[in-house]
Structure formats: C-alpha cells, structure tokens
C-alpha cells in the first residue's frame, strides 16, 4: 500500500486478514506523522500517528472535538438522532464542561480502592474459568479457542454481575455487544445499517431499562445502581442518558478488555521465554506484564476528535470542521518513545502507552480492565504448564475496537 493513499490505515478487510497495519504506521510516523487520507467508503481524515501528537491533541478538548463522533464508520455516533441507540447519549462523545460534570457520575466507582469490593468475585471467576480448562480432561490436556474460552469470558462475568445482569443474560448482552463494536463482521455482527443500529439500541432498552428501574426502588453498592441513580448538576439523568452510560461502560469494559487479553495470551504463547519470566515470579511480574499486554494489544484503535477551528499539529495546517483521527495503536509503537517498541517485553518498565487514551477521556475504567486482567494472567502463569497455538488466529473484522475472535490453543493446565 502506498503511503501516498494510506488506506490500509483504515481498510476493514485490511484488518480481518492482518490485524493493525504497523508497517504502513512505522513508514508514516517516519514519513508522515499527520497524514491526509482518503477512503471511499468513509469521509476523508487526518491520521495521526506519533505519539507525542496524540498526546498534545487530547489535552485540548476545547479545540479538538469529541462531540461531533469519534469513529469514522456507522457505529454509536452516527446515529445520534432517532430511535434506539440514536436517542441515546454517551459520555465519550462529550466535551466539557458536560463530559466531566458527567462522568463524575461513575468513576468514583472505578477507584483502586472502590474495586476492591469486587476483588473476590474477579479471582473466582479466573479460577473457575481456568479450573474448566484443566476439567476437558483428567491430565488437564486439551485444545480451547482462548478468545472465547478465556478472554470473553472473563470481563462479560464481571461486568454484568456489577451491572446487574443475570447469569442467563450474559449470552444476550454478549451478542448485543458483538453487534455494536464488530457490525461489520459477518460471523460476529449484525449489519451497520441504521435500522439495525435501531433494532440494537430498543434492545439494549429491553435489557437494561428493568435494572435501572429495579435499582432506583431498591440501590446497593454495585455500579447498577450509581448508575441508575446518577445525579449531574444535582439532577437526575433523564432515560435516556442513564441507559447511554449503561451501554458505553458495558460495551467499553468488554470488548476492549477481551480484546486485549486475547492479544495478551497469543504473545505469551508466542513469546515462551517471556511467559517463563512470568512464571518465574507471577505476582511480582504480573503488574508490569499487563502493562505491556495493553500496550501490544491497543485494542482501542484509534479515536476521532473534529477540529473546532483552523490550527495546526506537528506543522501541519488543519481547517475546522476536519476530522483527525489517533492512532493509538501506532503511538504505542512509536520509537521516540519505547526502546525496541516491536518487541514483547513484559519487563518494560517505564511503559508510557496510552491503551487507555489520554488527557480529558482517559479511560475511567482503567484500573477495573487492569484488575481484571491482573486476575487470568496470575492464574494462566500460576497453572499452565505447556501451551502453543493449535491453528491460526483469527481477526475481527474491525476498524475501531480491534483483536481476535479465535485464538486456537493446545494446552496442559494444573487442575
């Protein structure tokens, strides 16, 4: 692909075939740092690349906006008017002063001392979901598509027991959430069109609007109820508002922790003097080995801001209303920033990636996704003896929230 063009940067069979196009981010950030692109399937852009751009970009949100969409393809914003999801509103596709009055609702939740309430449900469900690995057979032997077995498996059973959600609904808030981060997929989604984009939202509706009814009569302590009975100003969130922070924490939290765990576990099988580290010291090497997990995974792909006015990045001059799209994915292996940025090192340390974003929409679940994660990969180090790949993994077909749906793997675990 030419550089001139670029349009493997975004191309979605680009994606399915080879996952992020890192060659094609290297010649850019060497070449071309902000680079106009043009597809024809998608308004034109700009892509950033480096590192230190992304990073200047998001700590001005008053100049670079969220609110007029953060992705280029049918997804959440495009369809912010209507029915269904299009009635809905989501913290990140807002700008302040509104996104931080907003998001003030939730992320006291997500402290690293407000999770600990859940840490007991975090390690039993990487226990068991290992434990049932060992149990295929009576040597702890057997072959399991890890992506599904493990990496979905884990983040769906803790956000939905905080979310409120029944252990029978998991597979029908799984789909609905395949359906909205892999539309374009023919084996995971539904189609991007608006009346499915529609259809998906009044269920959404269906799912979640019992719970918040529930939580309103009779709160706890779970995020269910923060949620439901979020105050912004001092008033309550309309319907509306409260079920749009329902689909974005489950949506975000999910698919973007099982994508990353699922590019996690590959490298470690790949990468067998690394997992031997690993498991040489798992929980001294654990925190640091997450870190490097979500820098190599960056299953956030990029983020959309729309100029506000004419200004400029790196030199280059952009006009208002232009679409910039940040690649994290290529900033977490830019070379002024990471020594040895295509190697997997889960002793990297200090890791300075921006998996989680930066600036005004860092990520507010963070610490949940790196305490989540913390937990299988303590418990995969802790129990597997012996794994390599049995087949080929798969990619989504997917632009936005990238990774693997298959992940074939012959295993032998401790029971």
Not at 144 to 173: F, M, W, Y
Not at 259 to 266: D, E, Q, S, T, Y
Request: aromatic fraction near 8%; glycine fraction near 8%; hydrophobic fraction near 40%.
């Amino acid at each position: 692909m030419s550089i001139a063009t670029a349009i493997d940067v975004i191309d979605l069979d680009a994606y399915a075939e080879g996952g992020p196009p890192h060659e094609l981010w290297t010649a850019l950030r060497r070449e071309s740092p902000v680079h106009w692109c043009e597809h024809p399937d998608m308004e034109p852009f700009w892509a950033i690349t480096r590192h230190a751009d992304i990073c200047a970009i998001s700590r001005q949100p008053d100049k670079f906006l969220s609110a007029p969409g953060i992705t280029l393809r049918q997804t959440v914003e495009n369809i912010q008017e209507g029915e269904g999801l299009g009635a809905m509103r989501v913290v990140i596709m807002m700008d302040p002063p509104e996104h931080r009055a907003v998001r003030k609702v939730a992320s006291p939740w997500f402290t690293p001392r407000a999770l600990k309430r859940i840490d007991a449900a975090v390690d039993a469900s990487a226990r068991q979901l290992v434990d049932e690995l060992a149990a295929q057979s009576a040597s702890g032997e057997g072959v399991a598509d890890l992506a599904n077995e493990i990496a979905v498996r884990h983040p769906l059973r803790i956000l939905s027991t905080a979310l409120g959600l029944r252990r029978d609904q998991e597979e029908k808030v799984l789909e609905l959430s395949n359906r909205l981060f892999a539309a374009d997929d023919d084996e995971l989604g539904g189609g991007n069109t608006p009346e499915e984009f529609q259809r998906l939202g009044m269920e959404f509706l269906q799912l979640f609007l019992p719970i918040i009814e529930e939580r309103r009569k009779n709160p706890t302590d779970d995020l269910a109820s923060v949620l439901a009975n979020g105050l912004v100003n001092g008033e309550a969130m309309g319907p509306m508002e409260t079920l749009g922070y329902y689909l974005i924490v489950f949506n975000a939290g999910h698919d973007t922790t099982k994508n990353a765990l699922a590019g996690g576990i590959r490298a470690l099988v790949e990468h067998p003097e690394q997992f031997a580290r690993l498991q040489a010291d798992p929980d001294g090497a654990t925190p640091l080995a997450v870190e490097e997990i979500l820098r190599w995974s960056s299953s956030v792909n990029y983020m959309k801001r729309t100029a506000a006015i004419d200004t400029e990045v790196n030199g280059q001059k952009i006009r208002a209303g232009e679409s910039l799209v940040m690649f994290y994915g290529s900033a977490n292996r830019d070379e002024d920033v990471f020594q040895n940025p295509f190697d997997f090192d889960i002793t990297r340390d200090p890791n300075r990636h921006v998996a989680f974003g930066y600036g005004e929409h860092f990520c507010m679940g963070a610490h949940f996704a790196r305490r989540s994660m913390r937990a299988i990969v303590l418990e995969l180090a802790r129990r597997v003896q012996h794994w390599e790949l049995a087949g080929d993994p798969d990619w989504i077909r997917s632009n936005f929230v990238v990774g693997l749906k298959h992940l074939p793997v012959q295993y032998h675990i401790r029971g």
